[in-house]
Every structure is written in structure tokens, then in C-alpha cells.
């Protein structure tokens, strides 16, 4: 949303508690986050959310002009969506902590192998600074795992590794963390011990 330059009010909601139980139930119809409400419409799926910013947007488009490489933003953006299960659920994301001495397991390092293939593949393509040159939904959908990649320290390649340091940079990602920062409630089960 801070890309696409539109106005939003953001809504807190303590996961795994009552207080926030009683929010997903009044505020989605999948009980889940994220949600966006757009006067009536309603939407529950990130890459849907996504989409529907990115048609909202005119002054500058969040996917790529060409059509091929519009095509592989989405295919990418859709990986991200649906997959590397293995490791979201060794790698809780959190903004909070450095996560010291964290090993992999062979399913995790196949995800990992994975997303450094599709950042690589993109980078070298594009020439950077982003994905697909400019900032598009695929660098919001990766967000997240740049996170989790810096949060357990895992080793990178170089053309990798400076994307990850440059969405952490990013100003709506520097104000992620600053809300992170901020947040008193801890989320026991991403607080991973090695």
C-alpha cells in the first residue's frame, strides 16, 4: 500500500488471543491475515490484496511492463504464495531477534536453494535494483522472506544477499520494523531457540 501511494489505516490484531480471535471474527470471513477493507469489498488472500492495490494504482504500474516478465512476477509471486512451507514453518517470521547458530534441515535448505534460484534468475535478468527493475507485488510477496533470510542469518550469495539488504532498507519495510520494534506482545512459537 505505501507503494502504490495509497492512503490506509491499519489495524492491529494479537494473534493467538482472545482479544484477537474476537477481531478476525468481526473483521474476516477466513478468520486469517492479512484482510483489507475497501468500503464494502472485503479481501482475505495476500496475493489477491495484492492484485486488487495493483489495479488500483495509475501513476505507476506494481508489475512489470512487459508481458513475459509480468508473467514470471506472477508465477514467482504465486511460488511465494503457495509455497516453501518447510521453511515458514521452521522459520517463524521475526523482526525482532537475530537468530544465532540456526541449521537448516534438508527440506528447508531445498526452499532456501529455491528462492535463491528465483532472486538470482530475476536479479540477473532485470539488472536490479528490484526483481523486475522496479519495485512490483513480487518484491512485497519476497518481503517476508528477506525477513526470515536475515532473521536466521542464513548465507547468501552476493547479488542475493544485496536484494535481501535492500528490502530491508526499504522505507515501508524500515516502518514494518519499527512497529515491530514497538510491539509488546511475543509470539512463543516464532520465538525459535537453536
Known sequence: MQHAQLPFDEVNVP?????????LEKLCPAKRVPVLHDGP???????????????????HSLWPERAVDRARARAMSAEMHSGFAALREAMPMNCRRQIEGFRPTLEVQIDINRIVQLFEDAL??????????????????FAPIASRLNTYQIPLPNLSQQYVSRTLSDPPMQDWYAAAAAEKAVIEKSEIQV
Open 15 to 23: 494473534l493467538f488471543t482472545p482479544e484477537g480471535e474476537a477481531l
Open 41 to 59: 469489498l472485503v479481501l482475505w488472500d495476500s496475493l489477491a490484496i495484492c492484485e486488487y492495490i495493483a489495479d488500483k494504482v495509475t501513476n
Open 124 to 141: 540477473q535478468q532485470s539488472g536490479g535494483p528490484w526483481l523486475f527493475t522496479h519495485y512490483t507485488v513480487a518484491d512485497a510477496m
